[in-house]
Structures are given as structure tokens and as C-alpha cells.
């Protein structure tokens, strides 16, 4: 390496933080919530020749960094069809067969040029509020092609040699429910953008633009380095993990997602082939969505690699064209996010074999996708579009953390002050969940209760979540979390849904409710091996029921709630000879 390790550091550092700034200009400028509070997007740098990962923003939401070098590869490919990528063109597209996820996230991708050569691109994605397609938000757990989904948009150039096309944007507005929300998300991101050429510009005019080409490729290649040092600290050998979807929306059969995990020296070998075939419900994804979600998952568990290509680098993926993890159109993927979540976890439960150190429980594993949409008394269409959190797995160094957000991102749940702000309903409850995290030498992390009153005169409801039939498992003999429950009531009382973790269009009237009851993480280690004394705290704090504490954790507590320590040692005695 011919570049200083003080001149890496501070270009590595520099480089980080125009994607950071990229990621706050369209955090602050978005107009739908989904981008401006819960921070659903993402930006990169991204390879000229590949479109591999170059460097990623930390605020934004990693899964759609690994899946943006797939977007990114595909617009060069179709460029390379059409002319090849001419300075001041801006692409756009959905296509979650190109780039993965779901029709919902709109990716640009922008050519940066140095003298009239392509020295890298740059690209955001954002989740829109609204796309068309039969459910307001998008989420339709009852889909069976991707046109009941949303509007589909292959890669097009929304910039042609810097002219604006107008008419892309006049078809897409054409589709939403939203037309204004698009707009300022668009726009947001077309700023995002231009700003980050103009730093890029910045940076290479000050430290020469093959200075920054080789801290790019030796990033890169220190990642790779760095990772197959952490599979060769691995055992060698092969190791199993499985676990399941609930259903697909359409059938109500569960849905397995398994992995062979194999480790072979320097390399790691990722073999999905009996995970369930390709379904007709929308939990199908592509095979550019499976592989980011298994860079997310390695990151979680070496996060002091660092996070560009070189992170699989070393890694084979063995994924049946068959399965539900490599479909191609026009097989519904809209809930994608459910199906990277239990992919982490089954890669969180391999992990747990071969590094109980390292390993981490499940987490809740669902994101709650909730849509309630109706009109206004004056005529104006509402869609509120959220997401919902919950318990994050124990792990060897302590406890879950209680009420989080999915591990596939570092985003926000939505605070209820906006949604209430921007939507005519009410929050009666937002709470932690009493008893809902694991048991376990660590307790998994407590998800949360989340009631809403409409306040309109009517609203249809739509839902699509999991882990209502599978909990989220502990690790190492850890408990698992509580179960997904959604209830909503209706003129004859309170009801479940039939898929219990899927619905939609059911009708509710001013002053009716629903209700979320979301997972909790699960536990790692014997519940037997918790001290007591956190065992009490737990109690004290509303964490743990009494009846839970000597159930679970064979801990008796006195009346003023400490710890009676001769029936606690009695009853693990007791517990442990059976």
C-alpha cells in the first residue's frame, strides 16, 4: 500500500460523511414520515465498473446498501444497452427484481465524472408513502403477482445528459395515492444527490482523485482481509439453523427458511437449499435481497469489519432458484422485510453454535407494517402507514434491548406525536409489554402494546406482520419471546384475523380500536443462571410478573419484593433434579 495509514483514515472518514450528509439532506427534506422521522433510506458510494459497495452512511438503513450495489450493477448493465452513462443523467427505478426489496422503495442513481471519465456513482433509495396497487401503503399480505403490489418501474433515466424529464414524474404521480408526498420525496432525494456530487467534487479537487481511488480499493480489500480472519477464528465444520414464517397470506401453512452453514478455513459457505419453495404470497424476495440481508446479519456479528463489499468477499451462497430467497417476477415480494428477519435469525442460531461469545437471540421479527387509510369529512384521502417495534434478542454480554427497531436497519420507529399530528387517530396505549422477552441467564428485551383509536368516521385496516404462531426463539437455552397478537374491533366485539399475523381491508368506525401486541426478543442461557437480584429488579420494574419470575426463572420473591433467598435456592434445587 503505497497511501498512508493517516491519509486512509481521515479519506475513509471524509467519504463516510458524505453519505451521512446525503442521508440528513433527505431526512430533513422528505415530506412522508416514513423517510423524515423513521429514517426508511439509505445512500452509498458505489463502484464505476461493478457497482459493489464502496462506502455506505451510517443513519440509513443497511439492508438497502447491500442491495443497492445490485440496483447500481443494473443500471450500468442497461446503460452499457442503450449508449453507456453520460454526465448529468440521474436514473430511477422499483424494480425489486434488479435491485431488491419491495416496489415501495424508489432508488436513484447518479454518475459522478472527473474530466469526462466515471469515477463512481452515488444512489439513494427512500420508502415512499404510497405506489398505487390494491393497499393504501402498500403492504398487501393478500398479494399473488406484483401488480396487486404497486406501480413497477424498470431502471429510466429521470435525468438525460442533466435534461429533466418531466413526464416519468408526471406518470408517477399519476400512480400514488400521494401524489405530493411523492413529489417532495423525490425531490429530497434529487437534492440528496447534488449534494453529494458537489462534496465528492470538494474532496477529489483537494486530495487528487488517484489518491481516492486507491483508499477506495484498499478499503475494500482490508475488509475482506479482516473478514476472513473472523472466519478462520470459526470452528470448521457445517452447522444448521431453521425456523419459519408463519404463512404467506394466501395459504396458512408455515413457510421454512434453513441454512447449512459451513465454515472452510478463510471462507464461509451459506447454503439456503432447504429453505421452502417460492409461495404465492408476498414473503417471496429475490436473490439480491437474500444476499444483503446475510451482509446485514454478518455485519451485526463482526461489526468491526468494515462495511463495504469486502464483507463477502469471502462468503459462497448456495440459493435454490426455486426457493422463495431468489424469485423473479412477477411473484409478489411486498413483504420482504419479513423474510430478511428470519433469515438473520437462523443466521443469529448458526452463529450461536460456532460462537457462543458473539452469538446474539432473535430478535422480534416482524416490522408490523400497519395501514389504516380512509377519507377526511371534507373529501381528502389520509393514509396512515407505519411500522412498529419490539424486543431485541439477549446476548452474552446482557440483556435484549427493550422496544426496538428491526435489526435490518438503524431507522426510528415513528413517534405517535406525528403520526397523531398527521392522521385523524389517537394513541390510547404505547407501552412495553409486561413478561414478553425471553427467559434466560440474559432476558430477551420486552416488546410493546400499541393501541389506536380512529377519530375519523370511517377506516379500512390492513396489516402485515409475523411471528403470531413462532415465537422468537432463545439461543444457548434461552426462553423464547412472547408471540405477534393484533385484535381490532368492530360493531360485534373484538376479533383476531383469521392468518393472526396478516389482514386486510377490515372496516372500523369512529371511536373502535386496534391493537398491537408486538414480540419480544429471545432469551440466551439458562433461566436458572440469571441473578436473582436482577430477577427482583425486573419485577420492581414492570419487566417481569411475579408469577413469571418463579415460573421462568425459579426466583421467589417476599412481599415487599426482594428476594427470599432459602425458597429461591429450594426451588432451583427442586427444578434442577427433575
Known amino acids: 500500500?503505497?497511501?498512508?495509514?493517516?491519509?486512509?483514515?481521515?479519506?475513509?472518514?471524509?467519504?463516510?460523511?458524505?453519505?451521512?450528509?446525503?442521508?440528513?439532506?433527505?431526512?430533513?427534506?422528505?415530506?412522508?414520515?416514513?423517510?423524515?422521522?423513521?429514517?426508511?433510506?439509505?445512500?452509498?458510494?458505489?463502484?464505476?465498473?461493478?457497482?459493489?459497495?464502496?462506502?455506505?452512511?451510517?443513519?440509513?438503513?443497511?439492508?438497502?446498501?447491500?442491495?443497492?450495489?445490485?440496483?447500481?450493477?443494473?443500471?450500468?448493465?442497461?446503460?452499457?444497452?442503450?449508449?453507456?452513462?453520460?454526465?448529468?443523467?440521474?436514473?430511477?427505478?422499483?424494480?425489486?427484481?434488479?435491485?431488491?426489496?419491495?416496489?415501495?422503495?424508489?432508488?436513484?442513481?447518479?454518475?459522478?465524472?472527473?474530466?469526462?471519465?466515471?469515477?463512481?456513482?452515488?444512489?439513494?433509495?427512500?420508502?415512499?408513502?404510497?405506489?398505487?396497487?390494491?393497499?393504501?401503503?402498500?403492504?398487501?399480505?393478500?398479494?399473488?403477482?406484483?401488480?396487486?403490489?404497486?406501480?413497477?418501474?424498470?431502471?429510466?433515466?429521470?435525468?438525460?445528459?442533466?435534461?429533466?424529464?418531466?413526464?416519468?414524474?408526471?406518470?408517477?404521480?399519476?400512480?400514488?395515492?400521494?401524489?405530493?408526498?411523492?413529489?417532495?420525496?423525490?425531490?429530497?432525494?434529487?437534492?440528496?444527490?447534488?449534494?453529494?456530487?458537489?462534496?465528492?467534487?470538494?474532496?477529489?479537487?483537494?486530495?487528487?482523485?488517484?489518491?481516492?481511488?486507491?483508499?477506495?480499493?484498499?478499503?475494500?480489500?482490508?475488509?475482506?482481509?479482516?473478514?476472513?480472519?473472523?472466519?478462520?477464528?470459526?470452528?470448521?465444520?457445517?452447522?444448521?439453523?431453521?425456523?419459519?414464517?408463519?404463512?404467506?397470506?394466501?395459504?396458512?401453512?408455515?413457510?421454512?427458511?434453513?441454512?447449512?452453514?459451513?465454515?472452510?478455513?478463510?471462507?464461509?459457505?451459506?447454503?439456503?437449499?432447504?429453505?421452502?419453495?417460492?409461495?404465492?404470497?408476498?414473503?417471496?424476495?429475490?436473490?439480491?435481497?437474500?444476499?444483503?440481508?446475510?451482509?446485514?446479519?454478518?455485519?451485526?456479528?463482526?461489526?468491526?469489519?468494515?462495511?463495504?463489499?469486502?464483507?463477502?468477499?469471502?462468503?459462497?451462497?448456495?440459493?435454490?432458484?426455486?426457493?422463495?430467497?431468489?424469485?423473479?417476477?412477477?411473484?409478489?415480494?411486498?413483504?420482504?422485510?419479513?423474510?430478511?428477519?428470519?433469515?438473520?435469525?437462523v443466521i443469529f442460531e448458526a452463529i450461536a453454535q460456532l460462537a457462543p461469545q458473539d452469538a446474539m437471540a432473535p430478535a422480534y421479527g416482524t416490522i408490523n407494517a400497519l395501514s389504516l387509510a380512509g377519507h377526511r369529512e371534507d373529501g381528502r384521502r389520509w393514509v396512515m402507514f407505519s411500522f412498529f417495534g419490539g424486543g431485541h434478542g439477549a446476548h452474552g454480554a446482557g440483556d435484549g434491548l427493550n422496544h426496538g427497531n428491526a435489526p435490518i436497519s438503524t431507522a426510528t420507529i415513528p413517534p405517535l406525536e406525528i403520526l397523531e399530528a398527521a392522521y385523524p387517530v389517537r394513541f390510547t396505549q404505547w407501552s412495553l409489554r409486561p413478561d414478553s422477552g425471553g427467559a434466560g441467564q440474559y432476558r430477551g428485551g420486552l416488546g410493546a402494546t400499541y393501541e389506536i383509536e380512529l377519530l375519523e368516521k370511517h377506516a379500512d385496516v390492513f396489516l402485515f406482520g409475523e411471528r403470531g404462531k413462532f415465537a422468537p426463539p432463545g439461543i444457548l437455552g434461552g426462553g423464547p419471546g412472547a408471540r405477534n397478537v393484533f385484535h381490532y374491533q368492530q360493531n360485534d366485539g373484538e376479533h383476531v384475523p383469521p392468518m393472526v399475523s396478516k389482514i386486510v381491508g377490515i372496516g372500523i368506525d369512529r371511536g373502535q380500536r386496534v391493537r398491537l401486541d408486538s414480540p419480544g426478543g429471545g432469551g440466551y442461557g439458562d433461566a436458572h443462571d440469571r441473578d436473582p437480584q436482577a430477577v427482583a429488579r425486573d419485577v420492581r420494574l414492570g419487566f417481569v410478573s411475579r408469577d413469571r419470575a418463579e415460573a421462568d426463572y425459579a426466583v421467589v420473591l417476599k412481599a415487599d419484593g426482594s428476594v427470599d433467598q432459602t425458597a429461591t435456592q429450594s426451588l432451583r434445587t427442586q427444578e434442577a433434579a427433575q
Open 1 to 345: 500500500m503505497s497511501i498512508d495509514p493517516v491519509t486512509l483514515a481521515i479519506l475513509k472518514g471524509r467519504l463516510e460523511q458524505i453519505a451521512d450528509e446525503m442521508d440528513a439532506t433527505l431526512f430533513r427534506s422528505a415530506f412522508n414520515p416514513i423517510i423524515a422521522e423513521a429514517h426508511d433510506a439509505s445512500h452509498g458510494i458505489y463502484d464505476a465498473t461493478t457497482g459493489e459497495t464502496l462506502v455506505q452512511g451510517k443513519s440509513g438503513l443497511p439492508i438497502f446498501v447491500g442491495v443497492m450495489a445490485f440496483a447500481v450493477k443494473a443500471v450500468i448493465d442497461k446503460a452499457a444497452r442503450q449508449g453507456g452513462v453520460h454526465e448529468g443523467d440521474v436514473w430511477i427505478f422499483n424494480d425489486p427484481y434488479e435491485g431488491g426489496t419491495h416496489l415501495s422503495d424508489f432508488r436513484l442513481v447518479k454518475p459522478v465524472f472527473r474530466d469526462g471519465k466515471l469515477f463512481c456513482f452515488l444512489a439513494s433509495v427512500g420508502h415512499w408513502h404510497d405506489v398505487g396497487g390494491n393497499v393504501p401503503g402498500n403492504y398487501n399480505p393478500a398479494a399473488t403477482e406484483c401488480f396487486q403490489e404497486g406501480m413497477l418501474i424498470p431502471p429510466v433515466k429521470l435525468y438525460d445528459r442533466g435534461e429533466f424529464r418531466q413526464d416519468v414524474v408526471d406518470i408517477l404521480s399519476a400512480n400514488s395515492r400521494l401524489p405530493l408526498s411523492l413529489y417532495g420525496d423525490l425531490n429530497g432525494q434529487i437534492n440528496a444527490l447534488s449534494l453529494g456530487e458537489k462534496r465528492m467534487a470538494d474532496l477529489l479537487d483537494e486530495y487528487m482523485d488517484a489518491t481516492v481511488a486507491e483508499c477506495l480499493v484498499e478499503l475494500k480489500a482490508r475488509a475482506a482481509q479482516m473478514m476472513r480472519a473472523q472466519i478462520a477464528s470459526l470452528p470448521a465444520g457445517t452447522v444448521s439453523a431453521e425456523d419459519y414464517l408463519d404463512n404467506d397470506g394466501n395459504s396458512d401453512a408455515p413457510l421454512k427458511i434453513a441454512l447449512d452453514l459451513t465454515i472452510d478455513g478463510e471462507r464461509m459457505v451459506m447454503d439456503f437449499s432447504r429453505s421452502s419453495p417460492a409461495c404465492m404470497g408476498p414473503v417471496n424476495i429475490s436473490r439480491a435481497t437474500t444476499i444483503a440481508a446475510c451482509y446485514v446479519a454478518l455485519k451485526h456479528v463482526f461489526g468491526d469489519v468494515p462495511a463495504n463489499a469486502g464483507v463477502l468477499e469471502p462468503v459462497d451462497f448456495v440459493i435454490d432458484e426455486a426457493s422463495l430467497l431468489s424469485v423473479k417476477a412477477p411473484k409478489p415480494v411486498g413483504g420482504y422485510t419479513e423474510t430478511i428477519m428470519r433469515l438473520i435469525d
